[in-house]
């Protein structure tokens, strides 16, 4: 039987793989546009995403709107998920035996959506995406092809709030995402 997004999302919310799950108020699936070209992996949600069950939803996920807007892109354009669905304690790097045991979310998520660019939003993501040893800091804004796909990495969001010096270079990263969007998928700055 062929996998539909109702069917993923009604699997994932019955999920117990993990710890995680016993302390969720919410799953937090995904939300953005179910047959974008371009996808926006973070690593896990945060207290709000959590408490709302959608991802980027306070603070980090207002910058990463105002981080789209720059490049002429929104929420409707693009789909946002995380490695991880459930929220970890005091917001800590999702462990990897966490990340394994959502692995296959992300996995699906990929084959329905088939999107020509993967976006990871962080260390998290990139190591789980590109390469285990991935280093944000010297590798942000580099282009990789991963599994047919172009796949980048720029700092997350709440690092960007943490640190008002990675702003300029995360700018630059963003140009290049716009160029990489307008070679690979144009369709997607066709309408609007």
Known sequence: MADSWQQLKADCAGCTRCALHE??????????NEHARVLLVG???????DLQGEPFVGPAGKLLD??????????TKVYIANIVKCRPPRNRDP????????AEWLRRQIALLDPAIIICLGRIAAMALIRENFR????HGAWYTINGRACTAIYHPSALLRDLSKRPETFEDLRGIRQQIRAICPEVYANG
Do not use: K, Y
Not at 23 to 32: A, E, I, P, T
Not at 66 to 71: G, Q, V
Not at 136 to 139: A, F, L, N, S, Y
């Open 23 to 32: 302390q969720r108020h919410n799953l937090v699936f995904g939300v953005g």
């Open 95 to 102: 462990l990897f035996v966490e990340q394994e045991s959502c």
């Open 66 to 75: 105002d981080m789209l807007e720059m490049i002429d892109l929104d929420r």
């Open 136 to 139: 944000i800091t010297r590798e």
């Open 43 to 49: 690593e896990g949600p945060g207290e709000q995403e």
